[in-house]
């Protein structure tokens, strides 16, 4: 992004100012006349309990969103100038999710030492997470599409094993779950104690490096040829981010895509030194937070209380869609080459057979293999009649995943595309989850329409706005993922009504195949058969729209037609695997590129390999959840995904080539 300088800057920022103190005067007002102020202030009277309300809830609360928006804003300076990437923020790297974690095991498990062991598990999270992208993207020299995919994915990842926690420790986790949403609700100043002089001490460190800072900005040669020791003055600025991010998810949850957009606007308005960045950031990150909470009270007061954090991922996200075109220099950077040249296989009868017959054996085992309270035991005859719907129904599901997941990369030409990152799932299921509130009883002969309609609708959106500014596969994927956070932000939204329901809701989100009946398996695997076997008509578009839009409108192939129906059988399938195993699973990432791997490159030999790896892959899933903690499960969906994500970091660090 340039940094022109806006002759409409200082004019910007004063409205911006006025509309943020014009919203907190008039909530404060509502709350308490203006007379009465200075007294509740200073000096609440007991018995006045708007008083109380004034001195102990809405004043701190003021307070904190205007020091949480300033470090915000700040923690987001430091990782877009260090990794000189315009889309590094605490959320977007993943830094967040790692802190929340910690703070949760911490919480859960009770563990002694009380605020100060907390405080430790949240910075130790975030610096392992963000320790981890680091070192994901230093062999490809910290590249911006590396950084924020691996952010991401390992933010899901961390999302994954909170929803496991809270899984097994519904009730005692639900709090969490609402005031990780970013909740800024206060009972009395103590949040405020806490964050101020970490701030105050983080901000003067950021001054004491000034110098090293500026020169981070530069090419890394011309850094060194400075003086510049980069690696650590990298690694000590990255670890103050950390921290800092780790400080404001302890006082605050998580709030979102503030610290993307405070410097952003900050170069915008025309900031060119660091100085003037740095302090306009954290002038920014503080009215943008001020504004986005006061309206979140004057809308509590009228209709519902939205967490503040869920409202900034609702705006940041079309915000971030809006700004990648715009993005074009800075992002699109190096594909991530995951491709893996060698023999190309062709796939024979009997190879199929041996596929179709591992398939079988391992769904036998699945069957009779089990755990008991007096150990393990093997017993076909005694247990398929109740796990027959379930094993059905995970193997069905994993080899649609699979095929939409083929499809999707064909089709895109992205070997890292599937429904779970580009957030097609994620769109399947807010579909489902909508019918499932909106239709009481019975609802499952809606479900599959609606949860088509959600996918088909979320991958038509990601071609349009990826192409925008120039199709590329880096792009597409930032944008699915913009859109899968936007999905998953109105989820949680859902999860926090304390709408009785919510809870069955949230086994289902994570993958459960505990509650599929024999009808509803029986249905799943016909859905699967009609659907799997319209891929192979497919195959020539398949074959074509990898080598480019001008190549395959050369050879005759109808562009907008061909995408539409490979869009709509993607959307059918990934509609009727979310069904049942949830919208994540990484199996449509895993299973094409082992498929891949295994020499089958061609579409219809992948599509079907593919498809038996998938079914494999979800049926073990299934069974190890019934297994690992015995007498408590795991659902499939939710076991794929602690495979699934660290297999796509594997396939970030592979060298390009």
Same mark, same amino acid.
């Given at each position: #992004?340039?940094?022109?300088?806006?002759?409409?800057?200082?004019?910007?920022?004063?409205?911006?100012?006025?509309?943020?103190?014009?919203?907190?005067?008039?909530?404060?007002?509502?709350?308490?006349?203006?007379?009465?102020?200075?007294?509740?202030?200073?000096?609440?009277?007991?018995?006045?309990?708007?008083? #109380?309300?004034?001195? *102990?809830?809405?004043?701190?609360?003021?307070?904190?969103?205007?020091?949480?928006?300033?470090?915000?804003?700040? +923690?987001?300076?430091?990782?877009?100038?260090?990794?000189?990437?315009?889309?590094?923020?605490?959320? !977007?790297?993943?830094?967040?999710?790692?802190?929340?974690?910690?703070?949760?095991?911490?919480?859960?498990?009770?563990?002694?030492?009380?605020?100060?062991?907390?405080?430790?598990?949240?910075?130790?999270?975030?610096?392992?997470?963000? /320790?981890?992208?680091?070192?994901?993207?230093?062999?490809?020299?910290?590249?911006?599409?590396?950084?924020?995919?691996?952010?991401?994915?390992?933010?899901? *990842?961390?999302?994954?094993?909170?929803?496991?926690?809270?899984?097994?420790?519904?009730?005692?986790?639900?709090?969490?779950?609402?005031?990780?949403?970013?909740?800024?609700?206060?009972?009395?100043?103590?949040?405020?104690?806490?964050?101020? &002089?970490?701030?105050?001490?983080?901000?003067?460190?950021?001054?004491?490096?000034?110098?090293?800072? =500026?020169? #981070?900005?530069?090419?890394?040669?011309?850094?060194?040829?400075?003086?510049?020791?980069?690696?650590?003055?990298?690694?000590?600025?990255?670890?103050?981010?950390?921290?800092?991010?780790?400080?404001?998810?302890?006082?605050? /949850?998580?709030?979102?895509?503030?610290?993307?957009?405070?410097?952003?606007?900050?170069?915008?308005?025309?900031?060119?030194?660091?100085?003037?960045? @740095?302090?306009?950031?954290?002038?920014?990150?503080?009215? @943008?937070? %001020?504004?986005?909470?006061?309206?979140?009270?004057? %809308?509590?007061?009228?209709?519902?209380?939205?967490?503040?954090?869920?409202?900034?991922?609702?705006?940041?996200?079309?915000?971030?869609?809006?700004?990648?075109?715009?993005?074009?220099?800075?992002?699109? $950077?190096?594909?991530?080459?995951?491709?893996? &040249?060698?023999?190309?296989?062709?796939?024979?009868?009997?190879?199929?057979?041996?596929?179709?017959?591992?398939?079988?054996?391992?769904?036998?085992?699945?069957?009779?293999?089990?755990?008991?309270?007096? /150990?393990?035991?093997?017993?076909?005859?005694?247990?398929?009649?109740?796990?027959?719907?379930?094993?059905?129904?995970?193997?069905?599901?994993?080899?649609?995943? +699979?095929?939409?997941?083929?499809?999707?990369?064909?089709?895109?030409?992205?070997?890292?595309?599937?429904?779970?990152?580009?957030?097609?799932?994620?769109?399947?299921?807010? $579909?489902?989850?909508? =019918?499932?509130?909106?239709?009481?009883?019975?609802?499952?002969?809606?479900?599959?329409?609606?949860?088509?309609?959600?996918?088909?609708? !979320?991958?038509?959106?990601?071609?349009?706005?990826?192409?925008?500014?120039?199709?590329?596969?880096?792009?597409?994927?930032?944008?699915?993922?913009?859109?899968?956070?936007?999905?998953?932000?109105?989820?949680?939204?859902?999860?926090?009504?304390?709408?009785?329901?919510?809870?069955?809701?949230? !086994?289902?989100?994570?993958?459960?195949? *505990?509650?599929?009946?024999?009808?509803?398996?029986?249905?799943?695997?016909?859905?699967?058969?009609? %659907?799997?076997?319209?891929?192979?008509?497919?195959?020539?578009? %398949?074959?074509?729209?990898?080598?480019?839009?001008?190549?395959?409108?050369?050879?005759?192939?109808?562009?907008? &037609?061909?995408?539409?129906?490979?869009? @709509?059988?993607?959307?059918?399938?990934?509609?009727?695997?979310?069904?049942?195993?949830?919208?994540?699973?990484?199996?449509?990432?895993?299973?094409?590129?082992?498929?891949?791997?295994?020499?089958?490159?061609?579409?219809?030999?992948?599509?079907?390999?593919?498809?038996?790896?998938?079914? #494999?892959?979800?049926?073990?899933?299934?069974?190890?959840?019934?297994?690992?903690?015995?007498?408590?499960?795991?659902?499939?969906?939710?076991?794929?995904?602690?495979? /699934?994500?660290? *297999?796509?970091?594997?396939?970030?660090?592979?060298?390009?080539?």
């Amino acid at each position: #992004m340039s940094a022109r300088t806006s002759p409409y800057s200082p004019l910007l920022i004063l409205l911006l100012a006025l509309a943020a103190l014009a919203l907190t005067g008039l909530n404060l007002t509502q709350q308490l006349p203006v007379d009465l102020w200075r007294q509740a202030a200073w000096q609440p009277h007991v018995d006045n309990i708007d008083e #109380m309300l004034f001195h *102990y809830s809405l004043l701190p609360r003021t307070v904190l969103s205007l020091l949480v928006g300033a470090g915000l804003g700040l +923690a987001g300076l430091l990782f877009q100038q260090i990794l000189r990437n315009p889309l590094a923020e605490p959320t !977007t790297l993943g830094v967040t999710a790692g802190a929340q974690l910690g703070l949760t095991v911490a919480m859960l498990w009770a563990l002694p030492g009380g605020e100060s062991t907390r405080q430790l598990a949240t910075i130790l999270g975030a610096l392992t997470v963000g /320790g981890l992208v680091f070192g994901v993207s230093w062999g490809r020299r910290l590249s911006p599409v590396t950084l924020i995919l691996a952010g991401l994915v390992l933010g899901l *990842y961390c999302g994954s094993a909170r929803s496991l926690l809270s899984l097994l420790n519904y009730e005692r986790l639900q709090g969490i779950f609402l005031w990780s949403s970013g909740m800024l609700n206060q009972q009395d100043w103590s949040k405020v104690s806490f964050l101020w &002089p970490r701030l105050v001490i983080g901000l003067v460190l950021v001054l004491l490096m000034l110098r090293p800072l =500026m020169l #981070m900005g530069l090419d890394d040669g011309i850094a060194r040829n400075l003086g510049l020791g980069l690696i650590t003055a990298r690694v000590g600025g990255l670890g103050i981010a950390i921290v800092l991010s780790a400080f404001l998810v302890n006082a605050a /949850g998580n709030i979102g895509f503030i610290g993307l957009f405070a410097p952003l606007l900050a170069r915008m308005l025309g900031a060119r030194r660091l100085l003037q960045r @740095l302090w306009l950031s954290c002038l920014l990150g503080a009215l @943008l937070l %001020l504004f986005s909470d006061q309206m979140m009270i004057m %809308l509590a007061r009228r209709w519902l209380d939205i967490p503040t954090g869920a409202a900034t991922a609702l705006l940041g996200a079309p915000l971030l869609l809006w700004l990648l075109p715009r993005l074009r220099n800075s992002v699109a $950077g190096p594909e991530d080459g995951t491709q893996h &040249p060698g023999r190309e296989r062709r796939l024979t009868w009997i190879g199929a057979v041996w596929g179709v017959g591992l398939l079988l054996l391992l769904a036998g085992l699945a069957l009779a293999l089990g755990r008991a309270d007096h /150990g393990w035991y093997l017993s076909l005859a005694e247990m398929w009649r109740w796990r027959w719907p379930r094993v059905l129904a995970a193997g069905a599901a994993g080899a649609m995943l +699979a095929a939409a997941g083929a499809l999707i990369q064909k089709m895109t030409g992205n070997p890292m595309a599937s429904p779970e990152v580009l957030g097609i799932s994620s769109g399947a299921a807010l $579909g489902i989850v909508l =019918m499932l509130l909106l239709v009481p009883g019975d609802a499952f002969v809606w479900l599959l329409p609606a949860g088509s309609l959600g996918a088909a609708a !979320t991958l038509l959106l990601i071609m349009l706005l990826a192409q925008r500014g120039g199709f590329s596969g880096s792009r597409l994927l930032l944008v699915g993922i913009a859109l899968s956070t936007l999905f998953s932000t109105l989820l949680t939204l859902m999860l926090i009504s304390n709408d009785p329901r919510m809870a069955s809701v949230l !086994t289902w989100l994570s993958g459960s195949t *505990y509650k599929v009946s024999g009808a509803q398996a029986l249905w799943t695997a016909l859905i699967a058969v009609i %659907l799997l076997a319209a891929t192979p008509l497919l195959r020539r578009w %398949l074959a074509l729209l990898p080598l480019g839009g001008a190549t395959a409108r050369s050879a005759g192939v109808a562009l907008k &037609p061909a995408r539409a129906a490979i869009l @709509l059988l993607a959307a059918g399938l990934i509609a009727a695997a979310t069904l049942n195993v949830g919208p994540l699973s990484f199996v449509g990432l895993m299973a094409p590129h082992m498929a891949r791997l295994l020499g089958f490159r061609r579409p219809l030999p992948q599509l079907v390999v593919a498809g038996l790896l998938g079914a #494999m892959l979800m049926i073990a899933a299934d069974w190890c959840g019934r297994i690992i903690l015995f007498p408590y499960q795991i659902p499939a969906g939710l076991l794929a995904t602690f495979f /699934g994500a660290p *297999y796509f970091i594997y396939l970030l660090r592979r060298p390009a080539g």
